[in-house]
């Protein structure tokens, strides 16, 4: 089974950018890498997915290596609103859906 | 366009019981999946579901079921619950689940339901 890990949390102040890496050993070749951010008694929020090499949307950035074991998302100038949980989700070569064990992100003011 | 919903939003039972949930998709979604979520397993794949047809499964026990509709709704059910099935459960639905030949997990989350077995 892969292991998906993320930090388990991180801190940062209004106006930072914000980077979240999240390691998977196991990537299936033809699957996506897609981030979700989650607030309290919510579900998941979509939030990019990507391939490889950079994709950027209106709220975010996905870095994904030549080899896709890991993938960074970026929050470019953070706010109070983005202080969340973030989680990958990768598909793994035994076509399971694993989430990333998630990063607790804090902006502070 | 109304999100994925799910019913109910909090459910009380007691061990050895059993429990069906329910998720309505967005419309035109025809894939379903469901996940449960605890503090300390963080968020686990249970099954998808599309068109009709169970086409991915978590590893789960066999007490945990699932079916969809022609609508594209769902149900899952737990049997004989236990202690550790207390979790949030989400569902979640998809357009489709490939595209061209990559597989997107570009999904839509329901609330959830708190399911509490006492």
């Known amino acids: 089974l892969a292991k998906t890990t993320q930090p388990i949390s991180m801190d940062s102040y209004e106006g930072q950018e914000v980077n979240i890496t999240c390691s998977h050993n196991n990537i299936a070749t033809n699957d996506y890498i897609t981030w979700y951010q989650q607030f309290p008694s919510q579900g998941p929020r979509f939030i990019i997915q990507?391939?490889?090499t950079k994709v950027t949307n209106e709220v975010a950035s996905l870095f994904i290596p030549a080899d896709r074991k890991s993938s960074t998302l970026s929050l470019p100038r953070v706010s109070l609103s983005d202080t969340a949980v973030y989680y990958c989700l990768v598909g793994d070569k035994t076509d399971k859906l694993i989430f990333g064990t998630g990063t607790r992100l804090q902006v502070f003011p | 366009k109304a999100g994925v919903t799910q019913t109910p939003r909090y459910l009380i039972k007691t061990r050895g019981q059993q429990v069906t949930l329910s998720c309505s998709p967005i419309?035109?979604?025809?894939?379903v999946s469901w996940y449960q979520q605890t503090p300390g397993q963080g968020l686990q794949f249970l099954f998808e579901?599309?068109?009709?047809?169970?086409?991915n499964k978590g590893n789960f026990p066999g007490r945990f079921s699932g079916r969809q509709f022609s609508n594209s709704r769902s149900e899952m059910n737990v049997s004989t619950l236990e202690l550790g099935d207390s979790a949030l459960y989400l569902c979640?639905?998809?357009?489709?689940?490939?595209?061209?030949?990559?597989?997107?997990?570009?999904?839509?989350f329901g609330p959830g339901t708190r399911l509490t077995v006492t």
């Open positions: 579901y599309f068109s009709e047809t169970q086409r």
């Open positions: 979640a639905s998809s357009l489709v689940a490939g595209r061209s030949d990559r597989i997107s997990y570009e999904q839509y």
């Open positions: 990507g391939y490889k």
């Open positions: 419309s035109g979604h025809r894939s």
